[in-house]
């Protein structure tokens, strides 16, 4: 199976969110990841409901999305009811993580837990078979187009050696400083699903630094 392109929309053009989404419509983009931010958690704030709401009446991928933020316990259903077919929580932010990844899936929604650059893949021994997915960042979260953490690597080994001894059908989703120099080794490496941003808005030609990212390990 080849990879999935997950284009963070924390890169786009906000005055031209339509314009950007419909390009995205148009390219071998397999979702849309959204980065939600709340200023608590992480160091700054993005956007929430109502622009997700909008960008969902017009995207024909699902959307990813991903929340950077303190307590998500409160806010998962109204994600789901924006749109959200898969949500993402940060192990650091949860007390009871096992309880908020079946709030997730009870509401239909993929589950995913993200971890930060310096938590260890081991903490995730006991969740893993309850998750739909992993998201490893590669950046510490907050911002769009910083320097990839090259431990990463790593990581991504360890974690599919995690799902394989526990029998997991968990997919590795990389997020942070993903480009058109890493994708193909960290596809090498396990990943499954790539986030890239930066890599692919501030790109003269968005749809095809997509399809780059999406065939980085055929050429
Ligand atoms: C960072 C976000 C990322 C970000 C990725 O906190 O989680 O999704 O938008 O952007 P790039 O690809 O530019 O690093
Ligand atoms: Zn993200």
Known sequence: MSVIIAPSLLSADFLNLDRDVK??????????????MDGLFVPNI???????????TTT?????????IVDPDRYIMRFRQAGASLISVHYEACNHLNRT???????????????????PVSVLSEIIGDVDFVLLMSVNPGFG??????????????????????ES??????????????AAALISSGADI????????????????????KYSNKY
């Open 101 to 119: 990844i079946h709030a997730i899936k009870n509401l239909g929604a993929e589950a995913g837990v993200a971890l930060n650059p310096h938590t």
């Open 23 to 36: 390009m995205l419509n148009s390219s071998e983009a397999d979702w849309l990841h959204l980065d939600v």
């Open 169 to 182: 059908s968990a997919r590795i989703e990389v997020d942070g400083g993903v480009d058109s120099y890493n």
């Open 145 to 166: 187009g910083q320097k990839f953490i090259p431990g990463t690597y790593r990581k991504i080994r360890d974690l599919r050696e995690l799902i394989k001894k526990s």
């Open 46 to 56: 993005s956007f929430g409901f109502a622009v997700i709401e909008k960008i969902a």
């Open 194 to 213: 790539l986030v890239a941003g930066n890599a692919i808005f501030s790109s003269p030609d968005p749809v095809e630094a997509i399809r780059k990212l």
């Open 60 to 68: 024909i991928k699902p959307l990813d999305v991903h929340l950077m």
